[in-house]
């Protein structure tokens, strides 16, 4: 069964595919990310989003150090295998690093970019670690 999932999928050059996660309910975009075979393999052998940090070079699980999981309930791939839509229930209603629901609360008005959403909880307060607080930034 796994082979047919993996098998299905386009990987660029790189092993990673494009990942856009979705909160289930009302299907707004809460962050795109990347995966290799190995997070796909975890989110769907756990139902929560793992990821691959290109910047880290390392396999993760959403929410591991903040506490902001991801569980998922629909995995869905495009018609050319190369991009994947997760739709998700967002723990604690925190998607991004810097304490907003979604990575995408910014719009661009008037030849500047806004910040349209508040900050539910500080970065300060998700990552009490200083070297958490700095690997996010």
């Known amino acids: 069964m796994i082979n047919t999932l993996l098998d299905a999928v386009k990987w660029n050059d790189k092993g990673l595919v494009c ?4 909160d289930r309910r009302t ?3 809460l962050m795109v990310a990347w995966m290799n075979t190995e997070a796909l393999r975890q989110t769907v ?3 929560f989003a793992h990821y691959y940090s290109r910047s880290r070079q390392r396999q993760w699980m959403k929410g591991e150090e903040s506490g902001h999981t991801q569980k998922v309930y629909e995995l869905r791939l495009d018609c050319d295998g190369d991009a994947l839509v997760l739709l998700v229930e967002q723990q604690g209603g ?3 690093h810097t304490g907003h629901a979604s990575c995408f609360y910014r719009i661009y008005r008037n ?7 508040p ?3 500080s970065e300060n307060e998700i990552y009490t670690q200083s070297e958490c607080v ?3 930034k």
């Open 134 to 136: 700095q690997k996010h």
């Open 19 to 22: 990942a856009v996660v979705q």
């Open 94 to 96: 925190i998607a991004c």
């Open 111 to 117: 030849n500047d970019w806004i910040s349209t959403d």
């Open 27 to 29: 299907l707004r975009v």
């Open 119 to 121: 900050v539910i909880k």
């Open 45 to 47: 052998a756990t139902g």
